[in-house]
């Protein structure tokens, strides 16, 4: 199963843009790279998803390498709001696993700084 | 729509009481999930269903059981519970297909004394 490595934590100035690294070195061609926030202890948040393509949402933006080794989602205008933990999951094939596996790290803690 | 509902929200147990928690969602997904974390730590897999009458275990399924007898429920079981079982238990729903996104309910806090 490929698994993810993030920063613990990291901080940002209210307004700046937040970007999040995420290496997933294992990843195989088939597999998805997710995106999830959790603020508090309320249930995970769908972010944003792509496979070898950026993505753009309304929420954020995701830059995926061109050997899929890595991404970094892009919280463009970080709010106050945005202070969570993200994680980066890489969701494994049902043909492997038998169900879509979603594997979750320990995230990283963004702090938003007024 | 409701999405994805959990109950209860908290409970506590003694150690060797049984309880189940219900998941219930109404988006007519096919796969269910229930995941448990424990804190400064992500999510884990304890045991899953990809349509109804089906489920399967995940990384973490001892000491649990499950049974999704209808679309819509997915329950977790806890036979005989122990303080490591002590957790906050989320469920999550996704529909069938390529890209489903992941959808989590508000999650049950559980404390085993």
């Known amino acids: 199963d490929a698994k993810t490595t993030q920063p613990p934590s990291m901080d940002c100035a209210e307004g700046r843009a937040a970007n999040l690294p995420c290496n997933h070195s294992?990843?195989?061609?088939?597999?998805?790279v997710y995106w999830y926030r959790q603020i508090h202890s309320q249930g995970p948040q769908y972010i944003i998803h792509?496979?070898?393509n950026n993505e753009t949402n309304e929420m954020a933006s995701l830059i995926i390498t061109e050997d899929r080794k890595s991404s970094t989602l892009i919280l463009p205008h970080a709010t106050l709001r945005d202070t969570a933990v993200y994680y980066c999951?890489?969701?494994?094939?049902?043909?492997?696993?038998?169900?879509?596996?979603?594997?979750f790290g320990t995230g990283t803690r963004l702090k938003v700084l007024a | 729509n409701a999405g994805v509902t959990q109950t209860p929200k908290f409970r506590v147990l003694k150690t060797g009481q049984s309880m189940t928690l219900l998941c219930a969602q109404d988006m007519n997904h096919e796969y269910m999930y229930w995941y448990r974390q424990d804190p400064g730590m992500g999510l884990r897999l304890i045991h899953y269903?990809?349509?109804?009458?089906?489920?399967a275990k995940g990384e973490v399924p001892d000491g649990y059981n499950v049974s999704r007898l209808k679309k819509q429920n997915f329950l977790l079981g806890l036979e005989s519970a122990a303080p490591s079982q002590t957790s906050v238990y989320f469920c999550a729903s996704h529909a069938r297909g390529v890209t489903g996104e992941l959808f989590f309910g508000e999650g049950s806090r559980l404390t085993v004394l």
């Open positions: 294992t990843i195989s061609g088939n597999e998805y």
């Open positions: 269903s990809v349509g109804e009458g089906t489920t």
């Open positions: 999951i890489v969701r494994v094939d049902p043909s492997i696993s038998g169900t879509y596996k979603y594997i």
């Open positions: 792509g496979l070898k």
